[in-house]
Structure formats: structure tokens, C-alpha cells
């Protein structure tokens, strides 16, 4: 996955691809789908790794939202449900802004960066979501302190959900930053490689704690992609 860069990108890291990344743990611990102010402010974070790309002269244009972006345009037009079309519109931005991100850190050979910081958040989001099911749940249904009947039979269920709505979101995030953290605790050596191969037993036990199925069959398809991957190194 990561690839060194040509000396030529490594020579002129740019500034504005520090904010890409610190939108990673900000969309983990505070997803817009619990506070939506965090919307725009991704989107503010995320939009200077499109703007790298227009600076150097790259053309911007992932096919799927190229699909997304007129439908949408079009179902704000001659829908009535409006707001819900300007919110398809501004998550599809977002993945544009994204996008453009992930396109600018690897053309200055910063990948590492990336992989790094998606398995750190995901380690310590994995780690909260643990100790939910170990301790939190049981201390909260002790108290019964503000809790609703529907989020009291959710913690009785025991399944992590961590900062996410859903235990099968949770399971979605970590199956993005399971794989990566792997591959780091492969291309590395020492303590360093045994860091990494506990943030990656942390993920997995969260996700195993979410008794998600869809999580568990993900889980499989990912295994098969990235086995052949680790043989090679």
C-alpha cells in the first residue's frame, strides 16, 4: 500500500495536507450522523486536498460522482423533498473533497501518513468500544440516569457501537482502519511492529464486539484481498 514517493514530492511537502488528515479522527470520535455541525466543518478540512490537486494542474473527476451530482441537482429541482436532496448533495462534495485528499497525500508520498493516522483512530475508537461493552454499559443500566427505553435495551444488548449510532457502523469504520493497521504492523520492525499488532487486535476485538454480521462477512472478503498482499513483502 505504501509506495515511496518520487524525491521531487518528497522535496515540497505541502502545508495544506495536514488538514485532510486531521479531519480523520474528527469524522471518528465526532461522526456528523450524532453532531451534524460537524459537516461542514469535514468539509472546510477536507476541500484543501482538492484544491492541491487544482494547483498542480489534475483533473478532478471520480466517475461516480460525476452520477451523483446532476442526479441530485436534478431531484433538488423537481422533488419536494428539497432538503434531503441538498444533504445527498453535500455528502456527495464531501466524497469529492475526500477523494481529492486522498489523491494529493499520495502524490506527496505521504500514504504512511494516512495509514497511520486511520490506524491510530481506529485503535482508539476500537479501545472506547471495549471498554463500553467491559464496564460502560453495565454502569450506565446501573444508574438508569436520562436513559431512554430504547437506549437502555440497546446496552443490554452489549453491542460496542463506540462514538457511531449503530454497532454495524462502528464495524464499518474498523474494517477501513483494520486493514491499513495491519499492513503497518507488517512493513515495520521491533516495538514498532508490536504496537501495531496490538492496535490490530484491538480493532478485532471490537469488531467482534459488535456482533455485526455484515461487519463478520466484510471481515472475510477483506481477509482474502489483503492475504495476498502481506505474502509478497
Not at 94 to 99: G, K, N
Not at 131 to 140: C, D, E, I, M, S
Not at 196 to 204: C, E, K, M, P, R
Request: aromatic share 8%; hydrophobic share 60%; net charge positive.
Amino acid at each position: 500500500m505504501t509506495e515511496p514517493a518520487p524525491a521531487s514530492d518528497r522535496a515540497r511537502p505541502s502545508p495544506l495536507l495536514l488538514l485532510p488528515l486531521l479531519a480523520l479522527p474528527l469524522a471518528a470520535w465526532l461522526p456528523p450522523t450524532v453532531h451534524p455541525a460537524m459537516g461542514p466543518l469535514l468539509a472546510l478540512l477536507l476541500a484543501p486536498g482538492a484544491v492541491w490537486l487544482a494547483l498542480r494542474g489534475e483533473p478532478i473527476r471520480p466517475l461516480l460522482l460525476l452520477l451523483i451530482l446532476p442526479c441530485t441537482l436534478a431531484a433538488y429541482l423537481f422533488s419536494s423533498a428539497r432538503i434531503e436532496s441538498l444533504r445527498v448533495l453535500f455528502l456527495a462534495l464531501v466524497c469529492l473533497a475526500a477523494w481529492g485528499a486522498g489523491r494529493a497525500l499520495a502524490g506527496e508520498g505521504r500514504v504512511a501518513w494516512l495509514e497511520t493516522v486511520l490506524g491510530a483512530t481506529g485503535a482508539s475508537v476500537a479501545l472506547y468500544g471495549l471498554v463500553q461493552v467491559t464496564w460502560g454499559f453495565q454502569r450506565l443500566l446501573a444508574s438508569g440516569e436520562g436513559l431512554s427505553p430504547d437506549m437502555a435495551g440497546r446496552l443490554r444488548a452489549g453491542r460496542a457501537f463506540a462514538t457511531f449510532p449503530l454497532p454495524s457502523q462502528l464495524a464499518a469504520f474498523l474494517l477501513l482502519a483494520l486493514p491499513l493497521t495491519v499492513w503497518r504492523a507488517r512493513a515495520t520492525t521491533g516495538r514498532v511492529r508490536l504496537a501495531w499488532s496490538a492496535a490490530a487486535l484491538v480493532q478485532l476485538a471490537a469488531l467482534c464486539a459488535t456482533w455485526s454480521l455484515g461487519g463478520f462477512l466484510a471481515l472475510g472478503v477483506v481477509l482474502l484481498c489483503l492475504w495476498p498482499l502481506l505474502r509478497e513483502r
